[in-house]
């Protein structure tokens, strides 16, 4: 059986929804990428810090923690500065005032909404998964 | 021996906290690192930092009453403050409160060390000045 692009890859999704918590799983481990989610900011990073994972994808409203704060948390972190994430936000002019900032620390942006091959595409560059 | 700078940190999110003050200590800076204004307005009754880390958004102080207290107080005053914060707007919300300079996150370690030597030493240049 030919294994999907994710296959070794692990990618841990931060977002409040429940539902595109699943939608996400059902998407990305279709591709054979290993999928742990965290449906709120605290305890997000703690997942992140114990699996390591090749790709976070980040909600940037959440609730109970900024995705902001999480976001400098990892790039203060010298264990998870390197990981590549991917950032999403329907926030469209916060994100793109940020953007040449974001590009420069290995941060994509992803704005909601989004289709999705164009989480599936940003997922595989991220990752690279893409050859 | 030189005098090492001491960097007080204002910070409610014990994560960030403590991840701030390991980056400036291994810089090579002395710091101190509380959870909101509160408790940095005791702290710098008894001692006077080189400089201060601000984030905004925190709970009991947040960070422009803190800074509206820095204006009132005379000792305080001349202490230099970076503000570390997201909010896309931070200029409306830090309108007349003077924080010596700005560091939008999110920032590198780098970028951190450079705003904080810089603040350290005099200068207003690093980070984005108010």
Redesign the interface.
């Known amino acids: 059986m030919e294994r999907g692009p994710g296959f070794g890859k692990t990618i841990v999704v931060v977002n409040d929804s429940p539902e595109l918590l699943e939608l996400a799983e059902l998407l990305l481990t279709d591709e054979d990428y290993d999928v742990k989610v965290a449906l709120a900011g605290r305890g997000a990073?703690d997942l992140i810090r114990t699996t390591r994972p090749d790709l976070i994808v980040l909600d940037i409203r959440l609730p109970d923690?900024?995705g902001?704060?999480i976001?400098?948390?990892l790039?203060?972190?010298p264990n998870t500065?390197s990981i590549p994430v991917l950032v999403c936000s329907a926030?469209v002019?916060?994100l793109r005032?940020?953007e040449g900032?974001?590009s420069r620390?290995g941060?994509d942006v992803l704005i909601k909404p989004f289709a999705i091959d164009t989480l599936l595409d940003k997922v595989r560059i991220l990752i690279g998964s893409d050859g | 021996m030189a005098d090492v700078n001491q960097i007080l940190i204002v910070e409610d999110n014990d994560d960030l906290r403590t991840l701030l003050r390991d980056v400036l200590v291994d810089a090579g800076f002395e710091v101190v690192a509380v959870a909101n204004g509160a408790e940095a307005l005791e702290i710098v009754r008894h001692s006077r930092p080189s400089a201060i880390v601000l984030d905004l958004m925190m709970p009991v102080m947040d960070g422009p009453s803190f800074l509206r207290e820095r204006r009132r107080t005379p000792a305080l005053a001349s202490v230099p403050v970076l503000v570390l914060t997201a909010h896309p707007f931070h200029h409306r919300v830090l309108d007349g409160l003077s924080p010596t300079a700005v560091l939008r996150k999110p920032y590198d370690v780098d970028e951190l060390v450079a705003a904080v030597q810089a603040l350290c030493d005099g200068e207003t240049g690093r980070g984005q000045v108010c």
């Open positions: 990073l923690v900024s902001w704060d976001l400098q948390a790039k203060l972190d500065s926030a002019q916060e005032s940020l900032q974001l620390m941060v």
